[in-house]
């Protein structure tokens, strides 16, 4: 059985949303409480600060990738959460924008992804902590999504 997280922090954007400069604070202090062999005990625990879109889509990919049921794998976001009219959730990255004051879904990391993500992983072993706004949206998704 692997411990496995992936910490993602996103603490700079474009202009249409304010920095959140203790964002890359919070996950490397994650991390530390994870690594710790009395704490968390955890095998590995990547850190990412402010990551370009494909970095992060790539790492969420591979956090759920080639596991084994027993795995325990914990995503840990810290950043920015945004939802469109529709109620889609998504992880903001560091170029995340607006287009007409809507969400340019292209710019950011979208919830039902990473949903996928997780259904098709063969671990059973899964936690998510989101320290963003909208969080309650990521749940909100489960009830749409096919289940396993």
Request: glycine fraction near 6%.
């Amino acid at each position: 059985m692997a411990k496995i997280a992936l910490l993602i922090g996103v603490s700079e954007y474009e202009p249409e949303f304010p920095p959140l400069p203790n964002a890359v604070n919070d996950v490397e202090a994650m991390q530390r409480v994870l690594l710790n062999p009395e704490m968390g005990a955890f095998d590995n625990a990547e850190v990412l600060k402010n990551p370009q879109r494909q970095i992060m889509e790539d790492a969420i990919y591979n956090l759920y990738a080639n596991r084994q049921k027993d795995d325990l794998l914990l995503l840990y976001f810290s950043g920015h959460g945004v939802t469109e009219d529709t109620g889609d959730f998504y992880f903001s990255t560091r170029i995340t924008r607006k287009d007409g004051g809507k969400l340019m879904p292209t710019t950011a990391v979208a919830a039902r992804d990473v949903h996928l993500r997780m259904n098709q992983s063969r671990s059973r072993r899964m936690v998510v902590i989101l320290d963003c706004c909208f969080s309650g949206a990521f749940g909100d998704i489960l009830h749409t999504l096919p289940s396993r």
